[in-house]
């Protein structure tokens, strides 16, 4: 169900919500946190399509944030989604100028869940502090996706100096399961030391910078970054120790090869991460990621990133 409410405000949203639950019967405290999505009217349904995904694992209400061009000063159009149209969620998108989302924070209060974490998502340009922005400030955790910005290492380095605990980006996300597929092949015989990492990936891909510093960080070896023009995200993974070469390769976007000296090759699936698995995946814990932390902040100088 949608429902349209143009030329209003979100007292008259917060009060449409409260009626349409008293008739559906939908409970408030089934919902476990508060999502903000800050983004722009073209880009809002392809984010409130992921985050609807992601709301069958945490049910939430999700509130949108969509600045448009074509609105008058200082107006505010907002839709309500609810049932099929929202997942397991309540989708409240509000749409207006600059100029009225400049107090985004007037605008949220009326809306959240009492007692309720707030999460705040940029799927697309972050804000320069995301931890002093007026939303962020708002919110425990704040998601960032560097790589759908204009300019994705640019980002991850605007990131790295505002960084406050709190913030993760999906760029990180993305690079979950290549961490634990090396984290686990490392815990095995022979244990030796890494002399020498070597990643590669398609260019300005924010995914690969991330995982060449997290594996200088935690190795503390010497890292190199390869560039492949027309690849899909993260290609290749190879470690140098003195008994021979750990290789993890996923050329195809779908399959990676893990090869290592002296045993069989393993095929393994692998596949390049959906945006509502990457959602799902960061909503399931609102506490500080330590380790991105680290490696935001100390592993990407080892790079040159």
């Known amino acids: 169900m949608i429902i349209d409410l143009p030329q209003t405000t979100t007292s008259t949203v917060a009060k449409k919500l409260i009626k349409l639950r008293q008739e559906g019967g939908a409970v408030a405290l089934g919902r476990v946190l508060t999502l903000l999505i800050i983004t722009d009217e073209q880009d809002a349904d392809e984010a409130i399509d992921a985050a609807n995904d992601a709301s069958r694992e945490h049910p939430c209400r999700i509130?949108?944030?969509?600045?448009?061009?074509?609105?008058?000063?200082?107006?505010?159009?907002?839709?309500?989604?609810?049932?099929?149209?929202?997942?397991?969620?309540?989708?409240?998108?509000?749409?207006?100028?600059?100029?009225?989302?400049?107090?985004?924070?007037?605008?949220?209060?009326?809306?959240?869940?009492?007692?309720?974490?707030?999460?705040?998502?940029?799927?697309?340009?972050?804000?320069?502090?995301?931890?002093?922005?007026?939303?962020?400030?708002m919110a425990s955790r704040r998601i960032t996706d560097s790589y759908s910005s204009a300019d994705p290492c640019g980002t991850l380095r605007r990131l790295a100096a505002a960084y406050t605990p709190g913030d993760t980006d999906l760029a990180w996300t993305r690079t979950t399961i290549w961490r634990g597929l090396i984290a686990a092949t490392l815990d095995q015989p022979p244990f030796e030391p890494v002399e020498k990492v070597v990643v590669e990936g398609v260019p300005d891909h924010s995914s690969v910078d991330l995982l060449g510093a997290w594996l200088g960080h935690a190795l503390d070896t010497e890292v190199e970054i390869r560039r492949t023009p027309g690849a899909q995200a993260v290609t290749?993974?190879?470690?140098?120790?003195?008994?021979?070469?750990?290789?993890?390769?996923?050329?195809?976007?779908?399959?990676?090869?893990?090869?290592?000296?002296?045993?069989?090759?393993?095929?393994?699936?692998?596949?390049?991460?959906?945006?509502?698995e990457c959602i799902a995946e960061e909503l399931r814990r609102l506490d500080p990621d330590e380790m991105y932390g680290e490696v935001l902040t100390r592993g990407l100088t080892r790079i040159g990133a």
Request: aromatic share 2%.
């Open 63 to 137: 509130i949108v944030l969509a600045s448009t061009t074509n609105a008058s000063d200082n107006s505010l159009d907002a839709q309500i989604r609810l049932g099929g149209d929202a997942g397991a969620s309540e989708v409240v998108v509000l749409k207006g100028p600059a100029s009225t989302m400049e107090h985004a924070d007037t605008l949220i209060m009326p809306l959240l869940l009492p007692d309720a974490p707030i999460v705040a998502w940029w799927p697309h340009e972050a804000p320069a502090h995301p931890a002093k922005d007026i939303v962020g400030s």
């Open 236 to 276: 290749r993974i190879t470690l140098e120790r003195a008994s021979g070469q750990i290789s993890l390769s996923r050329p195809s976007g779908k399959v990676a090869t893990l090869a290592q000296s002296g045993q069989p090759d393993h095929r393994i699936a692998l596949p390049v991460r959906q945006l509502h």
